[in-house]
C-alpha cells in the first residue's frame, strides 16, 4: 500500500476549505431553524404553521444538503491524494450545488413552499393554497441541480479509480474479497469513495425519475405518478442519499486518526467485505420507511426488517471494533479534530440503535412518523457526520504549535456532546412518549419535553458557533 | 409497550458506547491483546446469531394483523384536513377491520387512547386502501391524529370515536 502524506498542501485545497466554510455556515443557520422550531413546539414562540413547515422544509434540505456537501468535500480531499482529480469538476459541482442551494432557498422563501424534503406525491401539487405550483418545481428543480452537480462528481472520482485500477470491479477490491491477491489493493479511501459512488449514482438516478415525474404532473396535473411508487423511489434515493454524506465522511477517519495513532488503517479482507455488505445493504434497507404500507409485498418488510438490523453489524463489528483496536495503547494525544472525529464514529455507531429497533415492523407499528424518528437520525448526524465534518475542518486548519487542547476547546467539545447528546435523547423520549413528528403545534402535555429539547439546542448552537468561529480563525491564521 | 422500547433502546445504545469507551479510555494503556481478531469475531457472529433469533421470533407471527371471518369492517375516509368514519361507536372488544383511504395527499391514521398513547397506525394513500386490524379491551373516547405530514394544517388534523360495551 502505497504512505502518502495527507499533510502535504495540494492545488485545490483552498475550495474545500471554502466548502467547508460554507458548510460550517449554514449548519450553524440551520441549526438556528431548529431551534426556533423546538421553541415553538414548546409553546415559547406563536408562529404561523405555514412558516413552521417551510422552515421544517429548509431545515430538512439544508441540513441533508451540508452534510452532502461536506461528506462530498472531504472524500473529494482525500480521493485526490491518492489519484489525481481536476479541480474544475469539483468547481462546477460547486455551482451547480450553490444554484440548486438558491432555487430551493428561493422556493421555500419566497414561493412559501413547504411540503419537506422528503416530499410525497401528490402533496407538492396540493398544497391547499400555501404555495403555488412554481414553487415547488423551484424548489424540485433546485434537487435536480444538486443531483446533477453529484452526478459529475462521482463520475470524475469513477473515471479516475478506472484508470488507475483498471476497472470499477478492482477499485471496490471485490476480487481481492473474492480470492484475488492482496497486490494493488486501493487503500481504504478509495474503497469508500468507489462503493459510495456506486450506490450514490444509483440512488440519484431514482430520485431524477421521481422528481421529473413530480415536475410533469405540476405542469399537466393530469399525469398521474403511482403514489406508492413515488414513495419507494423517494424514500429509495432520501436514505441512500443522507446515508452517503456519513459513508463519505469517514474518510476523514480513515485517514486522519492514523496522523495520530501512527497506525496506518488497513484494507484487510474484513474491510472490503463491509464495504461490500454496505453497498448492498443501503439499497435494500429503505424498505424501512414503508413498513406501514401494507399495501407492498410482505417479502419487502421483512427485508426492509432484516436488512436495518444487518447494516448494524459493519458498522459496529468492523468500523467501530476497529477504531477501538487502532485506538487502544496508540498513545493519541486528544486534540480537538481527533475528539471530534471519534464522537462521529461513536455517535454514529449508538445513533442507528433505535433506528434499527425502529425497524422492526412491530415497533414501527408504534413509532413511524413519532419523533423517535429525529431522535435517532439527530443522533447519528448531529453526534456523526456533522462531527466529522467539524473535525475534518478543525483538523484542515490545525495549529502544528498546540498540540494539545485548550480549555476552550474542551469547553465547546463538552458543550457539543452534552446539548447534542440531551437533545437527541429528548426526541426519543418524546417519541416514546407518542408525539409525533412535524407537527407545528404541540399539545400542552408535550410542551415540557419540547422546552427542555430548546434549552440543549442552545448549547448546541452556541457549541457549534463557537467551532465556526475557530475555524475562521484558523483559516486567517493559516492565509 | 413503548416505555419498554425506550428503555430496552437505551440500555443497548449504552452497552454500544462502552464498548467503544473502553479503547477511548485506554489510549495510554496497552496495546490490544493478540486475541483481539478473535474478539471481534466473536462480536460479529453473536451479532449475527442475535439478529437471526430476533427476526424469526419478530416476524413469526406476522406483526400486521389479519382480520378474522367476524371483524367488523369500518371504514375511514380521508382528506386535507378532515377525518371521516362510518361510525364513532365501535363495540368493546370487537375486532376491527379499519380501511383506510385519501381523496387526496397520503396521510396517517394514528389511533390514540385517552392518555395520548398511540396504539396503532397505518398509512393512507391516494388510490389505495391500507387496512388495519385492532381490537379495543378498554372503552372510552379514542382519538385519530394525522402521523403523515399533508400540508399547512397537518397537525390540526384530528377526529374522535368512542369505544363502548356492547348493548350499552
Ligand atoms: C441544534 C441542532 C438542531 C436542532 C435544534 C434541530 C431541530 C430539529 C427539529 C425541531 C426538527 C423537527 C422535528 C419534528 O419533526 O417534530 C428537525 C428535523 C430534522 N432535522 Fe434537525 N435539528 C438540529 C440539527 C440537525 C442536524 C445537524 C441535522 C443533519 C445534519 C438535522 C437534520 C434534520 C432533518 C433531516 C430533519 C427532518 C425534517 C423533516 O421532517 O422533513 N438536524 N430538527
Ligand atoms: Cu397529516
Redesign the interface.
Known sequence: MSTIDISQPAKGDGLIKLTMLLGGVVFLLMMVFGLVMRAQQGGWLDLD??LF?QLLTAHGAGMVGSAALSGAAILWYFTGRHVPLRSGIYLAFLGLFLLGVVLILGAIFVGGY???WTF?F??PA???G?WEAWAAIGFILGYLFIGVGFLLFYLEIGIQLVKRYGGLLKALGWHYLFGGSAEDVPPPTLIAAASVLVFNTIGIVFGAAVIAASIINLIWPDFAV???FA?NAIYFFGHVFINATIYMAITAVYEIVPTYTGRPWKTTRLFVGAWFAVVIFVQAVYFHH?L????IP?WA??VG??VS??S??PL???T??S???Y??????K?DLPASLL?LG??GW??GV??AI?DG????N??????QWVPGHFHTYLLLGEVAMAFGFAAWLVRDKAQTAMSALDKLVFRAYVGGGAGFALIF??S????I?R????H?E?WQFQSQLATVFACVVVLATLGLVLRYVRGLLRSA | MQTLILIVTLLVMMGVLALIMRAVLATEGPEPSANAPKTRSKVIWSMVVLGLVVSVTSLREWPHTQAGGDALVVNIESGQWWWDTDTTEIPLGQQVEFRVTTEDVNQGLGIYNSDMQLLVQVQAMPSYTNKVVYTFEEPGTYQILCMEFCGIAHHAMTYEFDVVEAGA
Request: proline share 6%; charged share 10%; glycine share 10%.
Open positions: 404553521p405555514a413547515y413547504g411540503g419537506a410525497l401528490p402533496l396540493l398544497s391547499g400555501a403511482d403514489p406508492l414513495k414503508l406501514q404500507d401494507v399495501n410482505a418488510l421483512a426488517q432484516i438490523y444487518a448494524g453489524v459496529i463489528g468492523v467501530m471494533f477504531l477501538a483496536l485506538l487502544k495503547g496508540s498513545g493519541l486528544w471519534v464514529v461513536v455507531s449508538i440503535i433505535p429497533i422492526m415492523i412491530a415497533v407499528k408504534l413509532m413511524h412518523n413519532t426519543l423520549w417519541g416514546a412518549s407518542s409525533p412535524r407537527w407545528a403545534v399539545y402535555a
